[in-house]
């Protein structure tokens, strides 16, 4: 038994990025291909790609580029992309580490 939180960032009114969408990206990156990526994870190409240009407008961050090799080259995270996913993810971790110790308070058994 132990607890999983759910956290999201929210950009504008709708826009969310959890961990979910970090996962997504650390694929891009690792496959080079926006399009794997989502295979990967049983998303659509349009909804992805429309998730990705809506986040970077609102968020103001620019989070893929090409991978070059021409207009087939992929993609991949940008400096300012992977540096976001990995502040989203040590904010994550410390969440989990604070959780995990109040659910160890909370849920401890005692002998009398």
Same mark, same amino acid.
């Given at each position: 038994?132990? /607890?999983?939180?759910? !956290?999201? !960032?929210?950009?504008?009114?709708? !826009?969310? $990025?959890?961990?979910? #969408?970090?996962?997504?990206?650390?694929?891009?990156?690792?496959? @080079?291909?926006? &399009?794997?990526?989502?295979?990967?994870?049983?998303?659509?190409? #349009?909804?992805?790609?429309?998730?990705?240009?809506?986040?970077?407008?609102?968020?103001?961050? #620019? $989070?893929?580029? %090409?991978?070059?090799?021409? /207009?087939?080259?992929?993609?991949?995270?940008?400096?300012? @992309?992977?540096?976001? !996913? *990995?502040?989203?993810?040590?904010?994550?971790?410390?969440?989990?580490?604070? *959780?995990?110790? #109040?659910?160890?308070?909370?849920?401890?058994?005692? &002998? %009398?």
């Amino acid at each position: 038994m132990k /607890p999983r939180l759910k !956290v999201w !960032v929210v950009f504008g009114e709708r !826009v969310k $990025f959890g961990d979910g #969408r970090a996962r997504l990206l650390e694929l891009v990156d690792q496959l @080079g291909s926006l &399009r794997r990526a989502l295979a990967r994870v049983g998303m659509s190409y #349009r909804h992805g790609w429309g998730y990705f240009r809506e986040l970077e407008r609102v968020s103001g961050i #620019r $989070f893929l580029e %090409p991978a070059g090799g021409g /207009p087939r080259g992929g993609l991949r995270l940008t400096r300012q @992309g992977r540096a976001f !996913v *990995a502040r989203y993810r040590r904010f994550q971790a410390g969440l989990d580490a604070v *959780a995990d110790r #109040r659910f160890r308070r909370a849920f401890a058994t005692r &002998r %009398p």
